[in-house]
């Protein structure tokens, strides 16, 4: 093994091998057990591989770690991760605790840690990276910052004092909000509440929109009534209104109400639909806009870096008002059909005259059939007087289908393994149950 120290929140994300060069997996936080009066030493790494599985990997299996890659001897045990008594982990964990210093001269915060290889090839804590709190009265800048020994400080976590999550939450600053979903429903319940009481609202929103319903509710239960109110603000309105039906009706009136009237409004009217149907599966915010428009402009409002894909694919035409619940709707325009005319042709000239909207009352099964049948990835809606008032889109019919559970796999289903230009070859399972010790 390289002998090199190196920083735990930069192996975040970092690719991991196999001998042979193909990558199976990346880092998502290193596992340590404490000791009596020595450094915590390191016993594995927590790796994630393809289906979104996190998996142990014993220190034992690694043969090469550095800031880019991970080598391993290719074993790894598919079974998923979990945390026994007295592991610790380090990015979730250990990054924004409180420290004091043993000499007596103050606290700090941890903002990294750094794990050595011994000369017996054993990994453990080295230095810590900590930051000092802020001197003076200026509001800019933060306390200065030191290495230290894991011997020259002593860890303290006050009584219902709340470790602090920001390191955790920079470090995990460029996960996409499904990864960053994962991540937090792997951690122990109460930190997983500490790091989205930090998150900020929009990425909170997002992270709330990849989750299962159950845990969305207790997050979400944790959180004063004003700051829920923005984040439902901030989520799609068929998420939203998904999720304040799973309170009591009592609290999701008062957080309409606190909500933003427009955000609200829509969330109410998505209520007022059977669950199962186009009407309650549908997004009220497509891109409308009027027969006048011009390719061009069509074009510009599908790049919005913001949109989702299924969103993008289509363009709805009304008449005037252009927002939910629009005008009589007119029909809608692929993308693709505007990608094959110059930029000036009118949209009221492209539509499909083959797509019939769906009627908010119609079943969530009748809806994919129709997505099925015309390999469409989005259909719109209407109401009894022929105005658009959402589209249902695939994503929309698939977080319906699948399972309750679709998030997380069952322990014992097999990883499915596919082939991509970054990702080939196989994972050799090992069978058994990871001991004490951190082996196989």
């Not at 239960?221 to 939203?240: H, N, S, W």
């Not at 908010?360 to 994919?368: F, H, K, L, R, W």
């Amino acid at each position: 093994m390289s002998s090199t120290r190196i920083f735990v929140a930069r192996l975040a994300g970092t690719s991991v091998f196999d001998p042979v060069g193909d990558r199976v997996g990346r880092v998502r936080d290193v596992l340590v057990v404490y000791r009596k009066s020595d450094p915590p030493t390191v016993v594995g790494l927590i790796v994630e591989i393809p289906g979104k599985r996190r998996v142990f990997v014993s220190i034992g299996r690694v043969t090469s770690i550095s800031p880019g890659q991970i080598i391993t001897t290719g074993l790894i045990n598919v079974r998923r991760f979990e945390q026994r008594g007295g592991e610790v982990r380090v990015i979730a964990e250990l990054l924004g605790r409180k420290v004091d210093f043993a000499d007596g001269t103050g606290e700090a915060t941890i903002e990294d840690v750094a794990i050595e290889e011994s000369p017996t090839g054993e990994w453990a804590v080295g230095q810590l990276f900590v930051r000092r709190p802020k001197t003076g009265s200026s509001p800019f800048g933060k306390g200065p910052t030191t290495f230290v020994s894991w011997n020259e400080v002593r860890e303290r976590l006050r009584g219902g004092e709340a470790q602090s999550a920001e390191q955790l939450i920079a470090t995990y600053s460029e996960l996409k909000p499904a990864d960053l979903a994962n991540t937090l429903l792997d951690l122990p319940p109460q930190r997983m509440l500490e790091v989205a009481e930090e998150l900020p609202d929009d990425r909170l929103a997002d992270v709330l929109e990849e989750m299962p319903e159950s845990e969305q509710v207790q997050i979400l239960t944790k959180l004063d009534d004003d700051r829920a109110a923005d984040v439902l603000d901030q989520m799609e309105p068929d998420d939203a209104a998904d999720l304040i039906a799973q309170l009591s009706d009592e609290r999701g009136e008062h957080l309409l109400e606190l909500m933003e009237p427009e955000e609200a409004e829509d969330v109410r009217m998505l209520l007022s639909y059977a669950p199962d149907t186009a009407g309650g599966l549908m997004t009220t915010e497509p891109i409308i806009v009027s027969a006048d428009a011009t390719v061009a402009e069509g074009l510009a409002l599908i790049r919005r870096h913001e949109l989702a894909p299924a969103l993008g694919a289509a363009v709805c035409v009304t008449l005037p008002p252009y927002e939910s619940p629009t005008g009589r709707f007119l029909g809608i325009v692929h993308f693709q059909r505007m990608l094959r005319y110059p930029p000036h042709v009118r949209l009221g000239t492209l539509l499909d005259p083959s797509l019939e909207p769906v009627t908010a009352d119609t079943s969530a099964a009748e809806v994919s059939r129709i997505l099925a049948s015309y390999n469409l990835v989005s259909v719109p809606v209407v109401d009894d007087k022929h105005r658009l008032v959402g589209v249902v889109t695939i994503d929309d019919i698939l977080d319906y289908l699948l399972p309750d559970d679709w998030r997380s796999q069952d322990e014992d289903e097999p990883v499915k393994r596919t082939a991509s230009s970054d990702e080939t070859g196989s994972i050799p399972i090992v069978n058994g149950r990871r001991g004490s010790n951190g082996t196989r």
